[in-house]
């Protein structure tokens, strides 16, 4: 007599489980895992079957498999559960291979024990958010990066900064110092400290001591740097801001505005909002622009033109840290220029550039000014330098970086002139990538704004991904009135490879 056979899962879902078992699974993998098993026992008895089965071929052969903690970390640590799987105590004996039949008996004997409390129970309750990333020299015993954040947790950080994410999309960076209450995945608590919040998943709606914030599908900050005064700052969407004790009473604020409440008066003013306040996500790209003066300079950094974390000068030459990280940039042109308007904040961060006409000109002795910033004297152009990258890296946890660059000039109808990108020694040595202007990338002097206007604008970026600790971007310099080669740079992003 045939037996019949048990149901199996779908393909999908056995090569999903496979990924998480090899420890290739991705955040929408655990999320589509912890959705699925709750309501398909034909899936939870298979995936508890090849954990199980996973564990005893290792445990048998003696093999060096990735441990199955790590696994445990991401899918089984959850509050609440305090069964501990039996332990079978045995004689010693020979190692010697175990029938398939009798594994397969082993392995539900297994499952009836560890699996029956903890993996149902901890997949029926969710961990709240992972941390993806870190920043700062003061982050004491806050979580390290891969680790999840449960129910019921209080982040405590004296400095630095957190970058979280939820299994259904959503992604919070909690500034230090301060306290963070994670109720749920949907619900927590700002008692103090800084928030940024960009929510792709769920709703969710935080307490903070002067009331509560609920999204409207948005991207916003939350600044509770301060006992006695709530700021929150909208970039995208809407957010609602109700009274502790009263919903009843409730502002909304849209997307550039901000609502500040203090003193004693609940009813919060609005303004315009900052983005320079907040750190928009550790992993963010840092972008490094040339402005004309301090309001261009406070134009930039507070928008979130191309979404980077910007860091401007009005210097043509000089050196200075990007942002909050560890990177110094130096440089060294012949002098600042603006040219084609601004009307956007996009535009805005390409409207002022570094030129790099022979060093000759202008009077100053910029080959000496390059010596002294540590930067090769070419006789002329432009010379970008970033440097202590590695540190940066190593504090994302990313393994490269992709260099964009943003260029300008006034003349219509140019030819910028190549990008070389050295990460050796500058000096006499070849470039590792030389990065060549083409025609129809050129575009008009107020893009992006509309197509018309005088002068060129161009947006490049090297194909491949850096690793370097220390990057030098040189442009070659031309001579005065010549009007179809430019070097005009307005800005560098760096963005982290991971």
Known sequence: M???MEPQPDRDFVDLVQRVLNHEASLDDIAHLNARLPRDPVALRYFAEMRMLHGALEDQFGSVARDLASIEGRLVEFPGTSATPAVVEAAPRPARRMPWRKLGVAAAAMIAISVGYVVIERILHPPAFEVVARHGAGLGAAPEIGAWIDCGDTLRLRDGALEIRSPDGNTLTFQGPGELRIDTAQRLDLISGRLWAELEGEPVLIQVPRGKVTDLGTTFGIDQS???VTRIDVFDGEVRFMKADDATRAVDAAEGECLISSGTEWTPEKGKADASRYTPGIRQPLGFAFV???AESERIESALAF?????????????TRLHSSPIRVAWVGSSIYSAGPAKSDEAAVMHTHLCG?????GGGDLGQEARSLGLPDQGGGIVIQFRNLSEWLDELGASGYRVRLLRNTKDPGIRFLPVSAYTGNPSGGRPDSILESRSEDVRPADFPDSNDGEGSRMIQ???????ADRLTLSVSGHEQGDLERRGGVSGVILTPVF
Do not use: H, I, N, Q
């Not at 006409?357 to 000109?361: I, P």
């Not at 970026?461 to 690793?467: A, H, L, Q, V, Y």
């Open 461 to 467: 970026e090297f194909p491949s991904p850096f690793t």
């Open 307 to 319: 979404e980077v974390a910007w860091t401007a000068t009005s210097s043509a030459y000089g050196s």
């Open 357 to 361: 006409a022979a060093w000759t000109e």
């Open 292 to 294: 004309s003066d301090l």
């Open 226 to 228: 301060a006992p006695s």
């Open 2 to 4: 045939k037996l019949p």
